[in-house]
């Protein structure tokens, strides 16, 4: 069995696309998906299954329109990626406890992406990077940190230039969802 960490995009967010955890946790174990977890309202699900990645977006995706009549992009990611996610993190140690100290906005995020983008979209984020806005694309993440927060982000307001679909967590979140794997794995 595959630790897998389902992550949904746009819901619960601005009162749009409402879904309680409890209900999508009941969800993901009527499909037969065991040791279901959740985290936070953004739609982050922890579960075990064999079926690869794409399988399971597709039937999460499907299941989700069935049940909550909304249609949202689902990013799978295993337990495997999500550590590399965390260990090949382009920006020093020092540079992320900084971004997580500043108590203003959140600062550091990872977009998640459905599929690599090619290299000419990546080309595209160019123009919107600047000494506030940091970027690093490596294959399926895009690292973002953006010291204005994201909602004053240039940058962040154009990474559907990727032409990617995707979903984007803030550091903190993707820390929280690895200890969640850890303790699964124990």
């Known amino acids: 069995m595959t630790i897998n960490i389902a992550l949904l995009r746009g819901i619960n967010v601005g009162g749009h696309n409402k879904i309680k955890m409890a209900e999508l946790k009941s969800m993901f174990q009527s499909m037969g998906f065991e040791r279901v977890q959740t985290y936070i309202q953004s739609g982050n699900v922890v ?18 329109e069935k049940v909550f009549s909304i249609s949202v992009t689902v990013v799978i990611r295993t337990s495997e ?6 260990e090949n993190c382009p920006f020093s140690e020092e540079v992320r406890k900084e971004a997580q100290a500043s108590k203003q906005v959140e600062t550091f995020y990872v977009s998640m992406l459905l599929q690599s983008p090619s290299q000419e979209r990546i080309e595209l984020l160019k123009e919107f990077a600047s000494e506030m806005d940091e970027y690093h694309v490596q ?12 909602r004053n982000s240039k940058l962040a307001n154009n990474l559907f230039k990727l032409n990617v679909p995707s979903t984007v967590r803030n550091w903190k979140t993707i820390n929280k969802l690895y200890t969640l794997v850890k303790s699964m794995e124990a």
Not at 49 to 63: F, G, N, Q, V
Not at 142 to 147: I, K
């Open 47 to 64: 579960f075990t299954s064999t079926e690869d990645a794409e399988s399971l977006r597709k039937r999460i995706e499907h299941e989700i």
């Open 139 to 150: 294959d399926r993440e895009v690292y973002l940190l953006l010291r204005e927060g994201v």
């Open 81 to 86: 990626e999500l550590e590399q996610i965390i």
